[in-house]
């Protein structure tokens, strides 16, 4: 992760000097100073590449004085207009062309400091990178970016904005390493182990394992788990940002009603018995993408020290077809007492959700709920990659979380809901079928989530199959794990549930 | 007239089977409540008595607000009823708009494409001649939504395309100016996409415009469907399971015709055109193939990536035709356009586009009165640049697996809607009921929406 600076105007010795512009900008700052030192050229330069500002335009200008090894020039529309989306995206594609530099200056100057930050989180989150098994990569082909440094007057403006991104940025990092890693390594023990270290931000972390969840009653997630060869686990973080933090007595006596946050953890979804097709099967190691983003916005909340109570709870386990699997035609006993007629295997993550979502309500009487997970295939064919699918059964709370997706670019688009489509979970031998057939099939597995909400209170589903994962380069993201829900949800606690 | 005939009387017709809604709280009239000593008139349940004046049914009603609970009830008391040829139902204490509702439910619950008994609905009210006007309307809606359900049903070998637009011009008789377009004229008019879907076929594609002058000089409102008379994908062809269904293709087209029919029939002062894109997708050496460049009729070329894409193809035609030659001041487009719809909504609410949020809020109040959801559908950036071809203007759809393929056929109509304010309702999921049976989904949505929102004198 590149070190962010926000330091004193000074024109910079080596690497890579980044200028933002706005359409119409007149140069100032450390653009102007350059500009003047080599005769007019950065304007000559930028006029002769048809540079004007515009959004998603830029310009590299190669070597132009001692010592700067490029000038990128970088448009951000009409000045009056800049959104931190617009920085942030302007900040996005300003990595890719320093990347090849140690450091790299950004002529800030012109910028608010809100702008400043966003445009830096937009950097940062663009130099993700997943690369610990490249083992022969060459040297010249990795990035070498060390250090930005944001010239800026405010630099003290800067840094207090920037310091609730940076939380949020190694948020988004947890969630995108643990969706990157292969299934051999993250399988359910391993994901829980690797909550412990969270600790150290002040989150209190518990491990549950098969005994304790029998105890429980979680037949369903059991269930889901008993084919494979590791354990699976059920990770509780808690984070006491409006009692006071981790002190015995604010455990004791919470300030507040806690906001949930539920992920669905599959570490591999082979479907099970009832196996999926062998193509795209590979893509099944980001099933615990749900999981993976509660983790990254736990971190998050306790990095930035948000002033709320939260809890987030992930069921893990790994799907897998064996001796000792779960059959289509099971009738499994969910822990809310509600049976469960198990129609085909690869519908688990409904299984795996409604045992945690139980057991959140029955200890925590949450203020809300909101569950993530990466649940049907039909949402992706309802909705495409731009939108996660939102179910609610609380209108406020729906609105709360479609304005929250918008600046922070993770969209989330409302799917209806509804006693017909819950019809369609009707079972001869059980309280229902885990599938409701292919019509409405991420609504059908909404209503199925649904029976296990408690009554009045509120509750979102957020099927992000179609986001969780990327197969193109995005503003913020290189292709891959996106760590969608993070950003959404720190930005929902932000708007409406803290202090 | 459609279906069963309904008369209002001011009292039951002794010997005539007559059904009685029971709100939960109980009857409302003394004479029936012996009857009902225990009854518990939660919705759907009912009880069947033999009395000295004829039988009774008492039908639980539950709490109905909204004039689509009270049309359940209707439907139930016909379902209850079993193979009658006549049936009262009775309203006595009901406000007008209820009872006329529960009229509608009725008469549209005895419809059956061949096996429909009922030939005679009594809807007995307080005081008739107040009713007479109110179901007068609603009368037209339900013929109109009858006569889409008698359109889609018919097989792809009856209702191919030249009989699809014999059919249509028998509307002339109330009163709707009907044009149909054929090969020539469509291809003086360069529609080239709705020409090439329909090539494969004997019976090749026509264009029927039908017209509703009404009484206000504005622009009409417009109606645009789809008419596939049968599917097979053409040279993208379906599997086998299930292909009969296809002959219900048409039912956006038939829709449009059937709203036609209702605003003619009440005599709406609202000016109204259907353009229908007909065509059967067939297979045959003249068929188009995937990898084809078509020029639609509004100058863009198209590369089909998929033949059984075919109905965004003729709705492209048919939407530049309605806004090039009407300039309506609102044009919806009714298609059973995409599997993914279904996958999507299932088969509880129809999917809306549209480049205008007014028309798309007016849509689904209309669709919610009449009990025909709606659910707003996402056009996204994304979904349009999926659609970028290297060798044309844009694609038709993409190809693969777990494509937004609703979304994609919604980012490509919008091409050819220009500026007018649209909305596109994918009914796919929504054409049939759980039996197979055509539901006539649509027609009774624009009868409606035109009565709510432009019928307004302002718009004279």
């Given amino acids: 992760m590149p070190e962010i600076a926000f330091v004193k105007p000074a024109m910079p010795k080596h690497g890579a000097l980044v200028l933002p512009i706005a359409e119409d900008g007149v140069p100032a700052g450390l653009h102007a100073a350059l500009d003047k030192a080599c005769g007019g050229a950065i304007s000559r330069a930028l006029e002769a590449a048809s540079f004007k500002g515009r959004k998603g335009q830029s310009a590299t200008i190669w070597a132009p004085v001692e010592g700067i090894a490029r000038v990128v020039a970088i448009g951000l529309g009409k000045a009056g207009e800049i959104s931190t989306e617009t920085a942030e995206a302007a900040g996005g594609a300003t990595y890719a062309l320093v990347a090849k530099e ?133 990770v509780v973080m808690q984070w006491l940002g409006a009692s006071g933090g981790t002190s015995a007595a604010a455990k004791k006596k919470p300030a507040q009603k806690p906001v949930a946050f539920i992920g669905k953890g599959v570490t591999f979804d082979t479907g099970g018995i009832s196996i999926k097709p062998a193509g795209g099967m590979e893509d099944m190691k980001w099933d615990m993408a749900g999981a993976g983003t509660v983790i990254g916005l736990m971190a998050a909340l306790a990095g930035r020290k948000a002033k709320v109570d939260a809890v987030g709870l992930v069921g893990l386990v790994e799907n897998m077809p064996s001796g000792t699997a779960q059959r289509p035609g099971d009738v499994v006993k969910t822990a809310s007492g509600q049976t469960v007629e198990v129609i085909n295997t690869d519908a688990e993550g409904r299984l795996v959700l409604c045992d945690v979502m139980h057991y959140a309500q029955a200890r925590f009487d949450p203020r809300f709920m909101v569950d993530l997970a990466t649940l049907t295939g039909a949402i992706i064919i309802a909705l495409g990659h731009e939108h996660a699918g939102m179910f609610s059964n609380d209108d406020t709370l729906a609105q709360q979380l479609s304005a929250a997706g918008k600046p922070v670019a993770e969209a989330v688009w409302r799917m209806p809901l509804g006693e017909a489509y819950d019809k369609q979970l009707k079972s001869e031998i059980a309280d229902m079928k885990n599938v409701g057939g292919r019509p409405g099939g991420s609504i059908t597995a909404a209503q199925f989530i649904q029976r296990f909400v408690d009554k009045g209170r509120p509750w979102a589903h957020l099927d992000i199959a179609g986001v969780a994962w990327s197969s193109k380069d995005l503003p913020t993201a290189p292709k891959g794990a996106t760590a969608f829900g993070v950003r959404l949800l720190d930005r929902l606690v932000a708007d409406h549930y803290e202090g | 007239m459609i279906g069963a005939e309904v008369r209002l009387r001011a009292a039951p017709k002794p010997g005539v089977a007559l059904a009685v809604p029971v709100p939960a709280g109980g009857v409302r009239a003394a004479r029936w409540a012996p009857l009902a000593a225990g009854f518990a008139a939660g919705l759907g349940e009912q009880r069947d008595c033999a009395t000295p004046e004829g039988r009774v049914l008492l039908l639980g009603a ?267 001041q609102a044009m919806l487009d009714l298609a059973t356009l995409t599997g993914a719809m279904v996958t999507a909504l299932g088969s509880h609410r129809a999917g809306i586009f549209t480049n205008n949020a007014a028309l798309q809020a007016q849509a689904a109040a209309a669709g919610e009165q009449v009990g025909e959801a709606l659910w707003p559908m996402p056009i996204g950036t994304r979904h349009r640049e999926d659609l970028a071809s290297a060798i044309a203007d844009l694609k038709q759809c993409c190809s693969g697996a777990l494509l937004p393929d609703a979304s994609h056929a919604a980012a490509f109509l919008r091409e050819f809607a220009g500026d007018t304010p649209w909305a596109h309702l994918d009914i796919a999921g929504v054409r049939l009921d759980e039996k197979g049976l055509p539901t006539g989904f649509g027609a009774r949505l624009l009868d409606r929406l035109v009565e709510l929102f432009f019928e307004h004198p302002d718009r004279h």
């Fill in chain 1, 102 to 234: 140690r450091d790299a200056t950004v002529a800030a100057e012109g910028l608010p400091a809100p702008l400043a930050a966003a445009f830096a989180l937009g950097l940062l989150l663009k130099s993700y990178r997943f690369d610990r098994y490249r083992t022969t990569e060459k040297e010249d082909d990795k990035p070498k970016l060390e250090k930005v440094s944001f010239a800026t007057d405010a630099a003290t403006a800067c840094k207090n904005a920037w310091a609730p991104l940076r939380a949020i940025a190694e948020g988004v990092f947890i969630a995108r390493d643990l969706v990157s890693e292969p299934p051999n390594v993250l399988h359910p023990v391993e994901m829980a182990e690797r909550c412990k270290p969270l600790e150290k931000l002040g989150l209190t972390i518990e491990i549950l394992g098969p005994k304790e969840m029998k105890k429980l009653g979680m037949g369903a997630l059991l269930g889901v788990a008993q084919g494979s060869a590791v354990e699976p686990r059920m």
């Fill in chain 2, 62 to 328: 539950g709490q109905p607000q909204r004039g689509a609970e009270w049309e359940a009830v209707g439907a139930a008391a016909v379902r209850a009823a079993g193979p009658l040829k006549r049936l009262a139902l009775m309203a006595h204490g009901l406000p007008p708009e209820a009872a006329v509702a529960l009229a509608t439910g009725a008469a549209l619950a005895a419809w059956h494409p061949h096996e429909a008994p009922l030939r005679r609905l009594d809807l007995v009210v307080d005081n008739p001649a107040a009713v007479a006007p109110l179901w007068a309307r609603a009368e037209a809606a339900v013929q109109g939504a009858l006569f889409t359900r008698e359109l889609t049903a018919l097989p792809g070998n009856v209702l191919h395309p030249a009989a699809f637009a014999a059919r249509l011009e028998e509307l002339a008789d109330h009163g709707i100016r009907v044009d149909v377009l054929g090969e020539k004229r469509l291809r003086r008019l360069g529609a080239g996409a709705l020409l090439a879907v329909g090539a494969g076929a004997r019976h090749g594609p026509r264009l029927a415009v039908l017209r509703w002058r009404g009484q206000f000089a504005v622009p009409p409102v417009a109606f645009i469907g789809k008419g596939i008379t049968f599917d097979t994908g053409g040279i993208s062809i379906k599997p086998a399971e299930g292909m009969e269904r296809m002959t219900s293709d048409m039912a956006g087209a038939a829709a449009c015709a059937g709203a036609m029919l209702a605003l003619a029939l009440r005599n709406s002062p609202a000016p109204a055109v259907a353009v229908l894109a007909i065509a059967e997708n067939s297979m045959g050496a003249e068929s188009y193939r995937p990898g084809d460049v078509l020029r639609t009729m509004s100058g863009r070329t198209v590369e089909v990536v998929d033949t059984d894409a075919e109905g965004r193809l003729v709705l492209a035609d048919a939407l530049h035709y309605a806004a090039s030659q009407f300039q309506p």
